[in-house]
């Protein structure tokens, strides 16, 4: 199958007491990454290769997003948000929340058919990225705010969950579901 597009992500609050989520905020997407990594050994034995094991360690998540809004700097980074005045202000000893993530994905079956494929990772911790601005010029460049986290495992392990759909909206709906926007 072939990836081409994405839409929809959601951010929500990871209670890890409960392993419920709250504070749920949807955002657009322009891009995202998800890379696993593993921890691995090798055990030799009578001069051959005995044993090879691979253990998930985490994932590397990348997430650019039209625009992060205040509230999710207060979710994501422990920012304080002064929503009156629209004001931000963020310090050195702000902490960081787990969050739970997902996105919806579209991929090309064949030439005539495509799934929606949700994907949910429901412990991670993201870290801000780089601002970037450049000034117009002849033509608009626009550039997304990017945000960089590790996705882990959550109590029972699971560190990642897909489903596949007929529409975006189904797909939608199961994210939402995930994040606590819907009861399910």
Not at 4 to 20: D, L, Q, R, V
Not at 86 to 102: C, F, L, M, Q
Not at 133 to 161: C, H, M, P
Request: aromatic fraction near 12%; glycine fraction near 8%; charged fraction near 25%.
């Amino acid at each position: 199958m072939a990836y081409f597009g994405i839409s929809k992500p959601i951010i929500a609050k990871y209670n890890g007491e409960t392993e419920k989520y709250s504070e749920a905020i949807e955002l657009e997407a322009a891009g995202t990454s998800v890379t696993p990594a593993f921890s691995e050994g090798s055990f030799y034995c009578d001069n051959r290769l005995g044993l090879h094991r691979k253990l998930f360690k985490q994932a590397d998540v990348t997430a650019e997003i039209k625009t992060i809004p205040l509230a999710a700097g207060e979710l994501l980074f422990g920012h304080t948000i002064d929503t009156s005045k629209k004001e931000e202000t963020a310090k050195t000893n702000d902490k960081s929340n787990y969050v739970g993530y997902g996105f919806v994905g579209c991929e090309a079956i064949d030439d005539e058919h495509d799934v929606y494929t949700a994907c949910w990772l429901p412990k991670v911790l993201f870290t801000e990225g780089e601002d970037s601005y450049t000034t117009q010029n002849d033509s608009l460049t626009f550039t997304a705010q990017k945000i960089s986290g590790v996705a882990v495992g959550a109590k029972d392990k699971t560190w990642r969950e897909k489903a596949q759909f007929d529409t975006e909206d189904e797909a939608y709906s199961w994210l939402k579901t995930k994040a606590g926007i819907v009861a399910a």
